[in-house]
């Protein structure tokens, strides 16, 4: 219990790991121990029943079964409604999120992490390149588990379930739904083209970016997949929208003010603009 409280309540961590290059500290001997044998000796000893993952501790792979296999997340944030798995994962949420302190700086850029293991993510996903984790549904492969499963939930189980705050679409993750909201709802176009002779200006960055690659750079590297056609696009995503509008004949994005249909969303605004505005 005392434990407890002086790594909890008071926040105390005194006592230094062992290993000479490592700065990491910790609230009780215990604790400290156990990362020496996890981290610096490589020595995990408990392996889920499920699938077969090793860690250093029972409770560990107890809460990896939960939060992975079982999908279970009991512990609700303090600030908000927002569901977590432990109350540490809760805790590191309310720092990062509703305090808003992230003090653990990436050793190759100025971005800044509420935790060293999202730093240490960071670096090897954006910096290192190291894609080691395959997705367990296809061949694709990613930087960590957490974004494989996310990848695994959005493209090969159709996951949506977070509502536009605006409207009654239907989004896999809140952050694709706060850029729906900016750019459909809001009409924030705040991202200028790095072009330098263009002035076009987009909701975000990957829309720029996607924008100079297929208008400045000339690159359109997705062709159709349709037999009959040989037509390139410059992303995946404007590939299976022309599949869906010329090959399949689909409009089932229905205009804000009218009965008309479209294929895309960017034909029903554009729609709109010119007809009702």
């Avoid at 080691?132 to 061949?139: L, Y």
């Avoid at 705040?190 to 002035?199: L, T």
């Amino acid at each position: 219990m005392l434990s407890h409280v002086k790594a909890v309540h008071e926040g105390i961590k005194d006592i230094e790991c062992e290993h000479p290059d490592c700065s990491r500290t910790f609230s009780d001997q215990g604790n400290m121990l156990r990362h020496f044998k996890a981290v610096h000796e490589g020595i995990k000893d408990f392996q889920c029943t499920d699938c077969g993952k090793m860690f250093d501790t029972k409770n560990h792979m107890l809460q990896h079964v939960k939060a992975v296999h079982d999908g279970v997340k009991d512990v609700q944030c303090t600030v908000c409604e927002k569901m977590f798995i432990t109350k540490q994962v809760m805790l590191q949420h309310v720092k990062a999120v509703h305090e808003g302190i992230k003090d653990f700086q990436c050793t190759d850029c100025d971005k800044m992490f509420d935790t060293k293991n999202h730093m240490l993510q960071h670096v090897k996903a954006v910096h290192d390149g190291v894609k080691d984790v395959q997705c367990t549904e296809c061949d694709k492969m990613f930087s960590t588990g957490a974004y494989m499963r996310k990848h695994v939930k959005v493209v090969h189980d159709g996951v949506k379930e977070v509502q536009c705050t605006e409207c009654e679409k239907m989004f896999t993750t809140k952050q694709v739904m706060v850029k729906h909201v900016k750019a459909i709802h809001d009409c924030i176009k705040d991202v200028k083209c790095d072009y330098p002779d263009c002035s076009q200006t987009f909701s975000d960055k990957w829309n720029m970016q996607k924008h100079v690659k297929a208008v400045h750079e000339g690159i359109k590297d997705f062709e159709c997949d349709h037999s009959d056609c040989n037509k390139k696009f410059s992303s995946k995503t404007n590939m299976l929208q022309h599949v869906k509008a010329v090959h399949n004949g689909i409009k089932d994005v229905h205009c804000t003010t009218c009965n008309k249909t479209f294929s895309t969303e960017s034909d029903m605004r554009k729609h709109v603009k010119a007809v009702h505005d």
